[in-house]
């Protein structure tokens, strides 16, 4: 079975922090994902990367970051937190590429910032 | 503009029925359809993918339909159980990425 692990499932951070949100993968999936999920929005994609150093934006890239140095791992960074970045973030991988089909979620983390 | 649109009124039904959720889309022209199941402060777990040049597809109690003329998915579940107590996400394809529905919670009772 696909494992997809997250760094943390609670985080609380102050506003202005910088904040590392880490993704594992474990089926050597070259397609990878984050997102966030906000109660009547529903799931965002902030951005992707289908390669090692490749990274793409989704629909809201803004206030964030992301690091892909190796195949397995991906990480969102929140470059100086803020109020309304408290979500619930969700990494995910597929094997496919082309139609982004099949996606294998982590257990998210639920980011407070205070 | 385009939408993806699920009952967002929670479904509600007894144990041995047949749940049906339904995802309605405009202004999308899907390869894929997906259907997902996530519960409560966990991340979504894959189900079920319907192709636009399939009608139907089964998995076990689950079946879905696809009618691209219609612009509609409807997702079943025969025989309901309490355990597919959930959230239901529907999914589609579009410039290589998933665009999701908001979900329509079920709830199975006993």
């Known amino acids: 079975d696909v494992k997809v692990t997250q760094s943390s499932r609670y985080l609380v951070k102050r506003t202005g922090e910088k904040v590392f949100l880490e993704c594992v993968q474990d089926?050597?999936?070259?397609?990878m994902f984050w997102y966030r999920q906000d109660p009547g929005l529903g799931l965002r994609l902030i951005y992707f990367?289908?390669?090692?150093?490749?990274?793409e934006k989704g629909d809201i890239p803004e206030g964030y970051s992301v690091s892909r140095e190796k195949k397995e791992r991906f990480s969102l960074i929140l470059e100086s937190a803020s109020t309304n970045q408290t979500s619930m973030y969700l990494c995910?991988?597929?094997?496919?590429?082309?139609?982004?089909?099949?996606?294998?979620f982590g257990p998210g983390t639920r980011l407070t910032v205070t | 503009s385009q939408k993806i649109e699920q009952n967002s009124e929670a479904l509600n039904i007894q144990e041995g029925k047949t749940a049906t959720l339904t995802c309605n889309y405009t202004?999308?022209?899907?390869?894929?359809l997906q259907w997902y199941r996530q519960d409560p402060g966990r991340g979504p777990v894959f189900l079920l993918l319907?192709?636009?040049?399939?009608k139907e597809k089964r998995k076990e109690r689950l079946k879905v339909t696809f009618d691209t003329t219609l612009k509609q998915s409807l997702f079943h579940i025969t025989a309901s159980q309490p355990a597919d107590s959930a959230t239901y996400l529907c999914?589609?394809?579009?410039?290589?990425?998933?665009?999701f529905g908001q979900g329509t919670e079920l709830s199975v009772k006993p």
């Open positions: 995910a991988s597929s094997l496919f590429r082309q139609g982004a089909r099949e996606q294998y």
């Open positions: 089926m050597d999936h070259e397609n």
């Open positions: 990367s289908y390669d090692v150093k490749m990274k």
């Open positions: 202004n999308y022209s899907p390869a894929y």
């Open positions: 319907i192709r636009e040049n399939e």
């Open positions: 999914a589609l394809t579009e410039g290589g990425k998933l665009i």
